[in-house]
Nanobody
């Protein structure tokens, strides 16, 4: 249902853009977001987008990450700038409304 892509290896200070393609329309999905899970840690919420409302971000990424959704392309994106080593994790997109998860995409930031 959700296909995440865009992860990779990047140096600290660099940027990556993650994409999450839905198999169907996302126009009716009220809330979508991104989570991440670092090795040995619990999965944490990074950012979420609720229809008709401004986006919300974890304090650790605020000002560096931007979540966006393109209903025409049925895609949720996460632009990640000024990446830090502590951003290294597997990133998952999530459909809060229907409970779907993407398969995860690995982001590795080298210091």
């Amino acid at each position: 249902q959700l296909q995440a892509s865009g992860g990779g290896l990047v140096q600290a200070g660099g940027s990556l853009r993650l994409s999450c393609a839905a198999s169907g329309s996302i126009a009716s999905i009220n809330t979508m977001g991104w989570f991440r899970q670092a090795p040995g840690k619990q999965r944490e919420l990074v950012a979420f987008s609720r229809s008709g409302s401004s986006a919300n971000y974890a304090n650790s990424v605020k000002g560096r990450f931007t979540i966006s959704r393109d209903s025409a392309k049925n895609t949720l994106s996460l632009q990640m700038n000024s990446l830090k080593a502590e951003d290294t994790a597997v990133y998952y997109c999530h459909d809060f409304t229907r409970g779907f998860w993407g398969q995860g995409t690995l982001v590795t930031v080298s210091s």
